[in-house]
C-alpha cells in the first residue's frame, strides 16, 4: 500500500510542475519521427527529412545511439535580376521575398542560367538548452562553401533586419556536435520559453504527451520562417485537431 501512495503522490507532483518548455534527450527521436512523417506527407515535393544515426560522442562511456534530422539539397534559385536588386534593401523585402522564403528542390527545378545556392538543414538536440537546434550551410553548384554575407540574402526579409539589428546573437558560426566542422546554427537561447508559450492556458496539450510528439512540429513552425522553410497549415492542423 505505501508503494501505491508513493506512485500517486509522484504523478500528483507531475501533474502540478508546470512544464518548462524542455524536450529530454530521450524524447528527442520520437518528436523527431512524428515531424519528419508529417513533413513526407504534407510536403511531398520538397526533399524527406532524414534521421542519421550516430554514436554517442567518444568521450562518454556509453553505448547509447544518438543522431540527428538530416535535410539536404535545398536549392535557392536567385536570377540575375534578383542579385542585381539585392543591392536595395528596399526591393529585397517587398518584391523578392517569396523567391527566399521558398527554397526550391533542385531535384525538381534546374535552372541552368540562374545562380544555385544549395542549403543544407541539420536538426540536433542540444543537451544544454534541452532543445532542438537548427543548424545550417550554404553552398555553389561547384561545392565552394557560402559567406555569411551571401546567405544573408537568401533570407527572408525579417530576419535580415533582424540581423542587421542584432548581429551574432540571433544566427551564430560554431563547430558542427557531430561532423566536426564549422556550420552555422539558430541559437537556442529562449527557445524553452517561447515554446512553453505556445501552450500556455491549454493543459489538453499534455495529455497523453502529446506535447512530446509534437513538440517539433510546433518547434519548427517558428524556427523554420527565419531561413525560408515554412510548415504547410495543414501539417498545423493536424496538430490542433489532434487536441479537440
Same mark, same amino acid.
Given at each position: @500500500?505505501?508503494?501505491?501512495?508513493?506512485?500517486?503522490? #509522484?504523478?500528483?507532483?507531475?501533474?502540478?510542475?508546470?512544464?518548462?518548455? &524542455?524536450?529530454?534527450? &530521450?524524447?528527442?527521436?520520437?518528436?523527431?519521427? $512524428?515531424?519528419?512523417? *508529417?513533413?513526407?506527407?504534407?510536403?511531398?515535393?520538397?526533399?524527406?527529412?532524414?534521421?542519421?544515426? +550516430?554514436?554517442?560522442?567518444?568521450?562518454?562511456?556509453? =553505448? #547509447?545511439?544518438?543522431?540527428?534530422?538530416?535535410?539536404?539539397?535545398?536549392?535557392?534559385? *536567385?536570377?540575375?535580376?534578383?542579385?542585381?536588386?539585392?543591392?536595395? !534593401? $528596399?526591393?529585397?523585402?517587398?518584391?523578392?521575398?517569396? !523567391?527566399?522564403?521558398?527554397?526550391?528542390?533542385?531535384? &525538381?527545378?534546374? +535552372?541552368?542560367?540562374?545562380?544555385?545556392?544549395?542549403?543544407?538543414?541539420?536538426?540536433?538536440?542540444?543537451?544544454?538548452?534541452?532543445?532542438?537546434?537548427?543548424?545550417?550551410?550554404?553552398? =555553389?553548384?561547384?561545392?565552394?562553401?557560402?559567406?555569411?554575407?551571401?546567405?544573408? #540574402?537568401?533570407?527572408?526579409?525579417?530576419?535580415?533586419?533582424?540581423?542587421?539589428?542584432?548581429?551574432?546573437?540571433?544566427? &551564430?558560426?560554431?563547430?558542427?556536435?557531430?561532423?566536426?566542422?564549422?556550420?552555422? *546554427?539558430?541559437?537556442? +537561447?529562449? $527557445?524553452?520559453?517561447? @515554446? #512553453?508559450?505556445?501552450?500556455?492556458?491549454?493543459?489538453?496539450?499534455n495529455r497523453n504527451g502529446f506535447?512530446?510528439?509534437?513538440?517539433?512540429?510546433?518547434?519548427?513552425s517558428v524556427i523554420g520562417q527565419?531561413?525560408?522553410?515554412?510548415?504547410?497549415?495543414?501539417?498545423?492542423?493536424?496538430?490542433?485537431?489532434?487536441?479537440?
Amino acid at each position: @500500500m505505501p508503494i501505491r501512495l508513493d506512485m500517486d503522490l #509522484k504523478g500528483a507532483v507531475k501533474d502540478i510542475i508546470p512544464w518548462d518548455g &524542455t524536450l529530454s534527450s &530521450t524524447d528527442f527521436p520520437l518528436s523527431a519521427r $512524428t515531424f519528419s512523417e *508529417k513533413w513526407k506527407m504534407f510536403n511531398p515535393s520538397f526533399p524527406p527529412w532524414h534521421w542519421i544515426p +550516430c554514436s554517442k560522442h567518444h568521450l562518454v562511456a556509453s =553505448h #547509447k545511439v544518438e543522431g540527428y534530422l538530416s535535410l539536404d539539397n535545398m536549392c535557392h534559385i *536567385k536570377s540575375s535580376e534578383e542579385e542585381e536588386s539585392n543591392r536595395s !534593401q $528596399t526591393s529585397k523585402e517587398e518584391g523578392n521575398n517569396s !523567391q527566399r522564403e521558398e527554397p526550391f528542390d533542385c531535384g &525538381t527545378l534546374v +535552372c541552368p542560367e540562374h545562380e544555385v545556392n544549395h542549403y543544407d538543414f541539420h536538426i540536433i538536440y542540444s543537451s544544454s538548452y534541452r532543445v532542438p537546434v537548427l543548424y545550417f550551410r550554404s553552398y =555553389h553548384s561547384d561545392g565552394q562553401l557560402l559567406p555569411f554575407n551571401e546567405i544573408e #540574402k537568401d533570407l527572408p526579409g525579417h530576419s535580415a533586419k533582424l540581423l542587421s539589428e542584432s548581429k551574432w546573437t540571433f544566427i &551564430t558560426h560554431e563547430e558542427h556536435p557531430y561532423l566536426n566542422r564549422p556550420w552555422y *546554427k539558430l541559437h537556442p +537561447c529562449g $527557445t524553452s520559453e517561447w @515554446m #512553453k508559450l505556445l501552450y500556455d492556458g491549454d493543459s489538453s496539450l499534455n495529455r497523453n504527451g502529446f506535447v512530446i510528439e509534437h513538440y517539433l512540429v510546433s518547434w519548427f513552425s517558428v524556427i523554420g520562417q527565419v531561413v525560408g522553410l515554412k510548415i504547410p497549415l495543414e501539417m498545423l492542423d493536424t496538430v490542433v485537431s489532434n487536441t479537440s
